[in-house]
């Protein structure tokens, strides 16, 4: 596998990033919470059959540095550092938080993204009208999860913010020991950091569905009858988007990155 390694100078910190292949048209790929660029790492070997891929340790996670702002804004802002490295508008791929990052991009700097592909998109305020067994389930919980974390019981709230995810998928690989190694630091940093960003950001769902660049959401077919599923249909709505089912559940993109990759790759536009 062809893959090099190289550094993201952002506004206040620097952040590691990764590119596969040499060849093709350029796609960024951008991790959800608790997780880092490895979770992409099947996946971007796959797609560098045809793309140049890249990746990179979102601001605290990973092999970076905590940072005093993680807002989606700022997040949004190192993604645009990324692609004007790489010299040309790139296809944005965004996994759960990830995808607001995505949407955030797109919105602020329209002339770099290509086209934004949002799977399992996890914006919970988009439930706040909503009422069905399932979802107040999930919205007691995230109310849970969110008093422990303000509270600075992080183990706590990454303990009861897991399970709301789905299982892992039984055909899914072993984590390797690079990826147990930055487990603790990525979820700490989502519970820090970032349940306060994602709650505060607030996308224009309008402008971004008049700009006229492809938006597809995916949804894992496990995920059915989730509050995610409803995240997704209500995003669908606003934004106008297709909505694409992929095999597995919410972390699809790790647990079945062949799957993942194969589907994605008839969504990748240019």
Not at 75 to 98: K, M, N, T, W, Y
Request: hydrophobic share 35%; with cysteine; net charge negative.
């Amino acid at each position: 596998m062809n893959m090099k390694t190289f550094i993201i100078e952002a506004t206040d910190t620097v952040l590691h990033g990764r590119q596969y292949g040499d060849v093709g048209s350029p796609v960024v790929l951008i991790h959800g919470a608790c997780v880092d660029a490895d979770f992409w790492n099947d996946c971007a070997a796959y797609l560098s059959k045809y793309h140049r891929v890249f990746t990179y340790d979102r601001r605290g996670y990973g092999r970076n540095e905590e940072t005093d702002d993680h807002s989606i804004q700022i997040q949004a802002e190192d993604a645009c550092r990324l692609i004007r490295l790489i010299g040309e508008p790139c296809f944005v791929v965004g996994h759960s938080a990830g995808s607001l990052i995505a949407m955030e991009l797109a919105l602020t700097h329209p002339e770099l993204v290509r086209g934004i592909f949002l799977y399992e998109p996890v914006k919970n305020d988009l439930l706040d009208t909503e009422h069905s067994t399932v979802i107040d389930a999930y919205k007691q919980t995230m109310d849970v999860v969110t008093a422990k974390a303000c509270s600075g019981k992080y183990t706590k709230a990454v303990t009861l913010f897991l399970p709301l995810m789905g299982e892992k998928d039984s055909r899914a690989r072993a984590a390797s020991d690079d990826e147990l190694k930055h487990m603790f630091k990525n979820c700490f940093c989502f519970v820090k950091h970032e349940l306060t960003a994602l709650h505060d950001y607030h996308p224009d769902y309008i402008r971004l569905s008049s700009l006229g660049m492809p938006v597809t959401l995916g949804l894992g077919e496990n995920s059915r009858g989730s509050a995610r599923d409803r995240m997704a249909q209500i995003l669908v709505e606003k934004l106008h988007a297709d909505l694409l089912y992929f095999p597995g559940g919410h972390n699809c993109p790790y647990d079945l990155p062949r799957e993942f990759t194969y589907l994605l790759e008839g969504n990748i536009t240019y």
